[in-house]
């Protein structure tokens, strides 16, 4: 199984060039790089800081956003990334003709163990509950930043429904941080939780509740559902609700370049944190 999952990897590696990216600057007969830039989801910033970095041989350039952000820069001309990484390949839209898709995940709510909010989230039936009382403090991501935000509207949306609650009435502006510096916060005991991503979760080492798979946007089967849910960015792009997946571009044809790709979709490096189907990594073609 690994020989054949290595040998994938190694193709998609291979056709990893500027091909399918629109607007790329990328040439077979560039110069000798000192370093490979990677512009990623902010989601995934510890675990490629701490072991991607180790695990790739050209040194890396990284920088962390929310991926909305990292399209609209790319797109905006303002960055020119080597490889670019974001955690929903609908903003590949006008970027990049395909993407190789290398692993998934799931919404959860991380909790403080040691304050009465945080308590109150791990003893609830939902670990929503405590987000209507007044003096919770929680924090989530900008919606119009990455698709963790967007993707804790879709959530709160989809819990209510099941629930018969109204957690979307919980949210409020000053809530909003960003996505590489949500946890950071969490952490000082200025939160009592922080809707995250499981794989932020699990590499902070903080305790957290899973949500069921109608609500999480982690399970293909609820796919038809999450679907109901959609939010319009700033750009008049209109995301809809989906299986969380993962996606990667290479967008130049560099011998360096392509071995940090093949690194990044073979997904070794993020552990037990993301989920890596059995059919990743796949070459996906946009609409």
Do not use: K
């Not at 000798?32 to 910033?45: K, N, Y």
């Not at 989230?121 to 939902?126: G, H, I, L, P, Q």
């Not at 099941?162 to 957690?167: A, D, I, L, T």
């Not at 690194?263 to 490096?269: F, K, M, R």
Request: proline share 8%; net charge negative.
């Amino acid at each position: 199984m690994q020989t054949t999952r290595r040998a994938v990897v190694s193709t998609l590696a291979t056709g990893a060039g500027v091909g399918g990216v629109v607007g790329s600057t990328g040439c077979l007969g560039a110069p000798t790089r000192t370093s490979v830039s990677v512009l990623a989801a902010g989601s995934l910033a510890r675990a490629v800081e701490e072991r991607l970095r180790p695990a790739v041989d050209a040194p890396l350039d990284t920088e962390f956003r929310g991926s909305a952000v990292c399209a609209r820069l790319v797109r905006d001309g303002l960055r020119d990334p080597d490889v670019l990484v974001l955690a929903d390949p609908v903003l590949f839209g006008g970027l990049a003709e395909r993407y190789t898709a290398f692993a998934t995940n799931e919404v959860v709510v991380a909790y403080h163990p040691d304050t009465a909010g945080g308590r109150a989230v791990r003893d609830a039936e939902c670990p929503f509950d405590p987000l209507l009382d007044r003096d919770f403090r929680w924090g989530r991501t900008d919606p119009d930043a990455d698709p963790l935000g967007y993707r804790t509207l879709f959530a709160l949306r989809l819990a209510e429904q099941r629930w018969g609650r109204p957690y979307p009435d919980a949210l409020a502006p000053g809530q909003l941080f960003p996505e590489a510096e949500l946890l950071a916060v969490f952490e000082t005991g200025e939160l009592d939780a922080a809707v995250v991503y499981r794989n932020m979760a699990v590499d902070h080492g903080v305790p957290f509740r899973s949500l069921p798979p109608a609500v999480n946007l982690g399970s293909p089967a609820h796919a038809d559902a999450y679907a109901g849910e959609s939010y319009e960015l700033p750009d008049g792009t209109v995301v809809r609700g989906a299986p969380i997946r993962y996606g990667a571009v290479a967008r130049r044809s560099d011998p360096a370049v392509a071995s940090v790709f093949e690194t990044v979709v073979d997904a070794e490096w993020a552990g037990d944190a993301l989920a890596v189907p059995a059919s990743y990594p796949s070459e996906e073609r946009l609409g």
